[in-house]
T-cell receptor, first 114, second 113 residues
């Protein structure tokens, strides 16, 4: 049972380059989320989706774009990477927003921007 | 906006001692509350969750947490620490009406042999 899978797991970029992180879940969850984790700051929500074809901004959306063309996939894009975007990115999914549901996390994608 | 405060970014306990990790939340309505654990180089895993059914919630690996509305707290405890409990612990809150989970900044637990 794969759960939530993130690719790639590691990536090094130069300032100004672009890239896409892919998140795939096989649990038929409606809700998907992208978080970034930085030391001393916990997890901060970048963007989220409440269903196929929908996206919404979280706490720190600037510099990122997302797409949810298929229910099982949630893509996070960086159009012009900046050193401030060096972080560990986590994708998560949930079968119901808030409520008694819980978040299921991927193993993370470590991004370094030089 | 909701917020979650975890007191103590680092906690050290001796093996076999009580573990107490503190979490306070701000919410105008009763929230759903969660504790997650993160082992090195892994994603977060759910330890336990409060969904208004009972104020004392038991989770995996012997952990439990008590919801205290009057204190807006949801502290995590374990009677006897084990070496395998060393990890980062996150408290999170969510509202039934919202689509977002708000996380605390985390507490790193060290267990001393």
């Amino acid at each position: 049972n794969a759960g939530v899978t993130q690719t790639p797991k590691f990536r090094v970029l130069k300032t100004g380059q672009s890239m896409t992180l892919l998140c795939a879940q096989d649990m038929n969850h409606e809700y998907m989320y992208w978080y970034r984790q930085d030391p001393g700051m916990g997890l901060r929500l970048i963007h989220y989706s409440v269903g196929e074809g929908t996206t919404a901004k979280g706490e720190v959306p600037d510099g990122y774009n997302v797409s949810r063309l298929k229910k099982q996939n949630f893509l996070l894009g960086l159009e012009s990477a900046a050193p401030s975007q060096t972080s560990v990115y986590f994708c998560a999914s949930s079968w119901i927003a808030g409520g008694p549901g819980e978040l299921f996390f991927g193993e993370g994608s470590r991004l370094t921007v030089l | 906006a909701q917020s979650v405060t975890q007191l103590g970014s680092h906690v050290s306990v001796s093996e076999g001692a009580l573990v107490l990790l503190r979490c306070n939340y701000s919410s105008s309505v009763p929230p759903y509350l969660f504790w997650y654990v993160q082992y090195p180089n892994q994603g977060l895993q759910l330890l336990l969750k409060y969904t208004s059914a009972a104020t004392l919630v038991k989770g995996i690996n012997g952990f439990e947490a008590e919801f205290k509305k009057s204190e807006t707290s949801f502290h995590l405890t374990k009677p006897s620490a084990h070496m395998s409990d060393a990890a980062e612990y996150f408290c999170a809150v969510s509202l039934n009406t919202g689509n977002q989970f708000y996380f605390g900044t985390g507490t790193s637990l060290t267990v001393i042999p």
